[in-house]
């Protein structure tokens, strides 16, 4: 974990953008407070969570209805296409 003034951030962006590419997790300061962290992007894209979906329904066929559309209505959204994918 690298520490960097808020000053230094700023003047050297692009590289902190390129160290969090590469897996480094940089906390910004400011007067001697951590202000903020910038580190690498998580890369799940939902499928974990469609998977616990998909399981949790096959255990629990109609238990629960409004629950069901909870987990059909969230299982719809995972379809859509990632907004933040490359």
Known sequence: MKLMTASEASRNFASVLDMAEHGETIVI????????????????????????????????????????????GARDLLAEEDPWRD
């Open 29 to 72: 300061t400011r007067g001697g407070r951590r202000l903020a962290l910038i580190g690498p992007a998580p890369v799940a894209n939902g499928g974990d969570l469609a998977d616990a979906l998909a399981a949790w329904r096959e255990r629990h066929p109609g238990d629960d209805p409004a629950f069901e559309a909870d987990v059909l």
